[in-house]
């Protein structure tokens, strides 16, 4: 008995976070401030960064606007969603 290989749509998972300079947050995190150490050999840098968090629940509701799925900040897609034909 032979088998066939099963054809299952192709899902894609996006995300998009936000960037502030070298750095990257994801949108579910609302936190307005941010604070990172490095430690530089006997010294430790302390590295504070402010977000816009008004400016990132803007962006996300204008992707809400467009009706794709989005839950959270990311959304789930069928890849035919965005690679038709």
Do not use: C
């Not at 006997?42 to 504070?48: C, G, I, S």
């Amino acid at each position: 008995m032979k088998h066939r290989p099963v054809m299952r749509p192709a899902k894609l998972y996006l995300t998009y976070p936000f960037r502030y300079g070298k750095n990257k947050f994801r949108g579910d995190a609302f936190n307005s401030v941010s604070v990172t150490m490095e430690k530089k050999e006997n010294d430790y840098v302390f590295h504070r960064i402010k977000r816009n968090t008004d400016a990132e629940k803007k962006y996300s509701q204008n992707i809400n606007k467009t009706g794709l799925p989005l839950r959270g900040f990311a959304l789930l897609l069928r890849k035919l969603m965005l690679f038709p034909g």
